[in-house]
């Protein structure tokens, strides 16, 4: 079993930056994929990005590449999302999630992924 508690949302304007952390414990999670997800009212859950834990090799959706960065820090168990010139339309709940079973290479299905934080709202004002 793995447990996941996000923190770090809030409300910001539009070219600003946020960090979310996601703290992980539980058993081994040294072979996971950590992902984060967002979504948006009346919108589907969105894959944001996603980093494999055991060498950091990472994935991105198109829609924020160059923008945020995820990455992880062993020592403290944790995943971060930075997310540098936020724009109104990354307004969502964002969900830290978690899996074996999901390829870095694929790894954006929210079905793949069993682990799932109670999120984080961030709201972006214009």
């Known amino acids: 079993q793995v447990q996941l508690v996000e923190s770090g949302g809030g409300l910001v304007q539009a070219g600003d930056s946020l960090r979310l952390s996601c703290a992980v414990s539980?058993?081994?999670?040294?072979?996971?994929?950590m992902a984060w997800f967002r979504q948006a009212p009346g919108k589907e859950r969105e894959f944001v990005a996603a980093?494999?834990?055991?060498?950091?090799?990472?994935y991105y959706a198109d829609s924020v590449k160059g923008r945020f960065t995820i990455s992880r820090d062993n020592a403290k168990n944790t995943v971060f999302l930075q997310m540098n010139n936020l724009k109104p339309e990354d307004t969502a709940v964002y969900y830290c999630?978690?899996?074996?079973?999901?390829?870095?290479?694929?790894?954006?299905?929210?079905?793949?992924?069993?682990?799932w934080g109670q999120g984080t709202q961030v709201t972006v004002s214009s």
């Open positions: 980093v494999r834990w055991s060498d950091g090799r990472t």
């Open positions: 999630a978690a899996s074996q079973g999901v390829s870095i290479a694929q790894p954006m299905g929210a079905r793949g992924y069993p682990y």
């Open positions: 539980g058993r081994s999670f040294s072979r996971y994929v």
